[in-house]
């Protein structure tokens, strides 16, 4: 027999679908005084991009040569080392020109018409110091501008709205106006070519014979009261109603962290170049320096007066180096690693009972957690990029790093949905959700009851979370150590399963006060049946996880049928 047949015949009165539906029955009372982060299904931002090919090899096709009057120029490709440390550096030798003459490599590209576009590179002289010209030309029209080069490596980008017959060029050329009637020969190295869809430059991107283009799922923001519709990030399936208790970040200038608030140990931070999470250009790369055996991060303190659970969370995205770490700032040394490869959690070690997490949110972000417990004295964020699983200290290079974006501290022992700050702390209000009056008791029967619920916990929790509340029974339905039940004052419904962190759980318990019991099924197990106390019947509300305790909640469904059923519907409901 399927389980299907034995689905029960009797239609609830309450159906609440919220992961189908992604919206509030009219019914329900909702609040929440502040913004908060969530994810939909569908919005995307434009993350990294590059038009050109070979990108790092202007010597090869589809990069070519021009030049009038004068000699075209010599191109070698892997002749000098790069930015990056590899020998992958072109160098262009342009010879002297004077009016009316060019001399430059160039690349064909297409984009639509009436885009804001910003093409760029990177470029060294070969020796001493030299002139070139970033170019690009749109239907015969050039539009240059003045790279003065030294024996540094420096980046330089060209804006420019977008036409038909494009090209990128770089070189010599007295065409434009903007460019002097004669210029002198220069000798270069040229790398990174990079051409965007966008109005300013973001973090270099290397190509060979494919284009890159890519999209990051935005973390965005609901306005106050509105309820959140969460979804994962990366399947973009619905995860149903997000309650989250109220929560404080504890930090300033969670997003801009090339702030004076945040102190740069052995590193510097490359700002607003790449997109972060929120689809904006406003993540940072920390860059290591060259200072040997040493930890490069960046760090701020928070001072505390408890010794109480502290969660820090970062999100971050492999660079150059492809794993980050999380110390607690002061007072104890609890610090996690992460691969942001893999993106699996490394080494957790030190004092505080450290334990951690790593999340994917799409497009090669983590969100990093860490939860600790401070010494009450201090506490703070610290993170930055490891040479390797459990190694901070190395001799960095001065160019790798890792990209960051997101800090947040709270004083919690799991992490919420992201609050970013600016100059000062800020509070993200709990989400409260109830039906009370007709609106609860146009459906609630009293005597006779089967509550069904499908909920999602993104993290466990040592004390007791309410799953449904209300005014006889504070916590209705409610997780008791990982385990779902329902409690009269005196007796638990039971069941012997437990769920962990991100487990779906369908949950569904009967009760009759006429038999003065009651039933329970868990995922499609059964439970014993216990005594129920009938003075527990006499409800005038529910509060859909009660927002002073609900810590972090998924709620997927909600049924409520105005009789008990048998452990057999009840098998059947949590099993499907």
């Not at 080392?81 to 009316?100: F, H, K, L, R, V």
């Not at 490869?341 to 497009?363: C, D, Y």
């Not at 004295?377 to 990209?403: E, I, L, Q």
Request: glycine share 6%.
């Amino acid at each position: 027999m399927t389980i299907s047949a034995n689905y029960p015949t009797i239609r609830p009165s309450l159906s609440l679908d919220f992961a189908n539906t992604e919206q509030l029955d009219p019914r329900i009372t909702f609040s929440r005084p502040t913004t908060a982060a969530y994810y939909d299904a569908n919005t995307t931002a434009l993350a990294e991009q590059n038009l050109l090919l070979q990108s790092q090899a202007l010597a090869t096709t589809p990069w070519g040569t021009a030049a009038n009057g004068v000699s075209a120029p010599t191109v070698t490709n892997n002749a000098g080392t790069a930015p990056d440390g590899t020998t992958t550096a072109t160098q262009i030798n342009c010879s002297a020109i004077t009016s009316g003459q060019f001399c430059y490599s160039y690349q064909a590209f297409s984009t639509p018409s009436g885009l804001n576009c910003t093409e760029s590179i990177w470029l060294q002289s070969v020796s001493g110091t030299c002139t070139a010209y970033l170019e690009v030309e749109i239907s015969g029209v050039r539009t240059s501008v003045a790279c003065n080069l030294t024996t540094t490596w420096q980046r330089f980008s060209l804006p420019f709205t977008s036409g038909s017959a494009q090209y990128f060029i770089i070189g010599l050329d007295t065409r434009p106006t903007s460019s002097p009637s004669s210029q002198a020969a220069a000798n270069f190295y040229a790398w990174g070519a990079q051409l965007e869809q966008r109005s300013s430059v973001t973090a270099y991107n290397a190509t060979t014979t494919t284009a890159i283009t890519n999209y990051i799922p935005v973390l965005l923001t609901a306005p106050t009261n509105q309820a959140r519709f969460d979804h994962d990030p990366v399947a973009r399936t619905s995860l149903g109603l997000l309650i989250e208790q109220q929560s404080t970040n504890l930090v300033t200038y969670s997003g801009a962290l090339d702030n004076a608030a945040w102190g740069q140990v052995n590193c510097t931070v490359n700002a607003n170049t790449k997109i972060a999470p929120d689809g904006t250009l406003t993540a940072t790369k920390i860059v290591e320096n060259t200072t040997a055996s040493v930890a490069h991060y960046l760090q701020e303190g928070v001072t505390v007066t408890t010794a109480t659970s502290y969660t820090t969370t970062v999100y971050m995205k492999a660079g150059e180096r492809t794993w980050g770490y999380i110390l607690e700032n002061s007072g104890v040394s609890a610090q996690a690693y992460f691969n942001l490869s893999t993106g699996v959690v490394g080494t957790v070690s030190g004092t505080g009972s450290p334990s951690a997490t790593i999340t994917s949110v799409g497009n090669g972000w983590y969100r990093c957690s860490m939860t600790f417990t401070s010494s009450g004295t201090s506490a703070g964020v610290r993170f930055g990029p490891a040479s390797a699983d459990n190694t901070k200290t190395y001799t960095g290079d001065g160019y790798s790093g890792v990209f960051t974006w997101g800090a947040q501290l709270e004083a919690l022992a799991f992490p919420t949905s992201y609050i970013p700050t600016q100059a000062s702390q800020v509070i993200r209000s709990a989400d409260s959700a109830s039906m009370t009056g007709t609106n609860f008791s146009s459906w609630y029967a009293g005597s006779e009851n089967t509550w069904y619920v499908n909920f999602q916990y993104p993290s466990l929790f040592s004390a007791n979370r309410s799953v449904i509340g209300s005014n006889i029974n504070t916590n209705m339905m409610y997780n008791y150590n990982n385990t779902v039940v329902t409690y009269d004052g005196t007796n638990y419904s039971t069941n012997a399963t437990t769920f962990t962190a991100n487990q779906n759980c369908k949950f569904a318990v009967a009760q009759s006060s006429i038999a003065s019991t009651q039933i329970s099924s868990f995922n499609g197990t059964s439970g014993s049946t216990v005594a129920y106390n009938k003075a527990y019947f006499s409800n005038t509300y529910i509060t859909i996880a009660s927002p002073n305790n609900s810590g972090v909640s998924y709620i997927k469904k909600i049924s409520y049928y105005p009789t008990a059923l048998t452990s057999t519907n009840l098998i059947a409901l949590t099993g499907s």
